[in-house]
Structure formats: C-alpha cells, structure tokens
C-alpha cells in the first residue's frame, strides 16, 4: 500500500512540475515580443545637368543633361537590427553632352551598383534624429563615344572602390504627415580603376595592349563623392519621395584628366515590406524595426 501510495505521489508531483513549466513557457511567448526587419525598397528617376571632361577622348569640356534610374534596397542588419543596417544601391546613368560650339555630342552610358554597412545611432540629441556611418564596396563600369574621333572612338570606364558612407535621417511629422529628411554622403578611398595611357590608341587597346591601363586609385591621382539629400512625403501605403543628387568625379592619371560634376533632381517612391509566413501569419506581439524610418 505504502508503495502504491508512493508512486501517486511522484506522478502528482511531475504533473504539477509539468504543468508550471508548460505556463511559463506560454507565458514567454506572450510576452516576448518578435523584431520584424522591414525592408524599405526604393525606385527613382534623376534629371539634371552634366559637365564632363576626358582629354583622352577631347581637351574640350563637354555640357549637357544627365539622366538616370536608381533602385535603393535598405534593410536592419540581423545579427544586430537596431545597431546596423546594410544598404544596396543599383543605378544606371545617360549622358548626353555638347561642346561649347555645338558641333559635336559625346554620349556616354555607365552603371553603378554599391553596397554598404553602416552603425545606427538612434536619437541622436534629439527624438527622431538618427546618425549612420560605415563601410563601402561600389562598383562602376561604362563608356563614353565620341563619333567625331577616328581612332580614339571611346573611352571605356571600369572602377572597384572601397570607401566610407555617412548618413544622418531625421523623422518628423508636418500636421498629421508624418516626414523624413536624409542627407548621404557616399567617398570611395582606395581602389583600382581602368584608364589607358594618352597616346594609347582604342586599336591598341582592343588587340590586348593594357600597359599601364589597370591603376591602383588613391586620393592622390582619383577623388569621387556623392551627395544626396531627399525628403519622404510618408503616405499610409506609400510614400512619395522627393529630392536633390550631386556627384563628383576627379581623374589624374597617364597624362590624362577625367572630371565630371552633375546637380540633378531626384524624384521617385518607396515602399516598405516585412516577410511574413502566409500560414501562421503576423505574430500578436511583433516589433517592427525599419532602417530608416
């Protein structure tokens, strides 16, 4: 009988152990909120004005209009979502230039496609201003056509830069609106770019002669910055973004000078999405982390 009694008693004592351990884990699932990491997605267009120099192809500064499209992909880093973001920036970029008299166009096409890591400080002496600054790998790669040339046709451009990136947002509300003002500043370092010598013929180069042609870039013989400045319009399902792009290109290499400056407007709209499982659904208690906003 004692034995019986004995086995009665244990089991009642695991089932009370059974039963506290399930409602604190209940407990914990009710209380610990999930970070969703919302991923703000952006399309834009730039039209603006372009001043280009390239004295392999002319000694003459070519003016004109710039026009582009731009994809912007910004997302809270996972392993730290309210310390640090990652940033992917794709563009593609037309000029069309003129020289002072007129007789002749370049027209010169290129592409660009960065990413970047940065640290988030949020709040920064004021509610709603949050500071950025980090790391960049940007890419570029195009050609600039001179019809009038004979055997210097075009200049072909290829550059890997890695740099540094800063940015501030600050989030404010119009009335009921609610806002946000960026500046980003985006300054390669160090990297390698493509450029031929001066009296090195396009014939040349296109049967294999790149002598000196592959060149170690440094702020001593390139600099480049980019300057952008937008305000969001933030409407409940969309939001509408306006905004102002400066970029600025510096070449001195193999006797040859490469300078280009455009000021162009931005104008475009973004978007935020959250991955959601479709089947469970959004969580109860979910903490929404954008990387901008």
């Not at 007129?102 to 920064?124: D, Q």
């Not at 790149?210 to 980019?226: C, K, P």
């Amino acid at each position: 009988m004692n034995k019986i009694l004995s086995k009665i008693k244990y089991r009642c004592v695991a089932a009370i152990l059974f039963c506290c351990c399930t409602t604190f884990f209940l407990d914990a699932e009710e209380t610990d909120s999930v970070k969703l990491r919302a991923t703000m997605n952006a399309v834009t267009f730039q039209a603006g004005g372009t001043h280009n120099l390239d004295t392999y192809l002319s000694p003459i500064r070519y003016s004109g209009m710039n026009l582009a499209i731009d994809y912007e992909f910004m997302r809270a880093a996972k392993f730290a979502p309210k310390e640090w973001i990652h940033q992917v920036n794709t563009r593609l970029n037309y000029d069309n230039t003129e020289n002072p008299v007129k007789n002749n166009t370049l027209h010169a096409l290129s592409a660009h496609v960065g990413w970047r890591m940065a640290h988030r400080w949020n709040n920064v002496a004021t509610h709603g201003l949050n500071l950025f600054f980090g790391g960049t790998f940007d890419f570029d790669g195009g050609v600039t056509y001179n019809p009038r040339n004979s055997n210097n046709v075009c200049s072909p451009s290829i550059n890997l830069n890695i740099g540094v990136m800063g940015m501030a947002a600050y989030n404010f509300k119009l009335g009921k609106l609610p806002l946000t003002a960026r500046y980003q500043a985006v300054i390669p370092v160090v990297g390698c770019f493509y450029l031929p010598d001066y009296d090195q013929s396009f014939y040349e180069i296109y049967h294999g002669n790149l002598h000196d042609a592959i060149n170690f870039g440094y702020w001593g013989n390139r600099f480049d910055i980019t300057n952008l400045v937008t305000l969001d319009f933030r409407f409940k399902n969309a939001t509408l973004r306006m905004g102002y792009r400066n970029e600025c290109t510096t070449i001195w290499k193999n006797n040859i000078s490469v300078q280009r400056t455009t000021h162009s407007l931005v104008f475009g709209v973004a978007w935020e999405t959250i991955k959601v499982n479709y089947l469970r659904g959004l969580p109860k208690k979910a903490e929404i982390i954008s990387a901008l906003y």
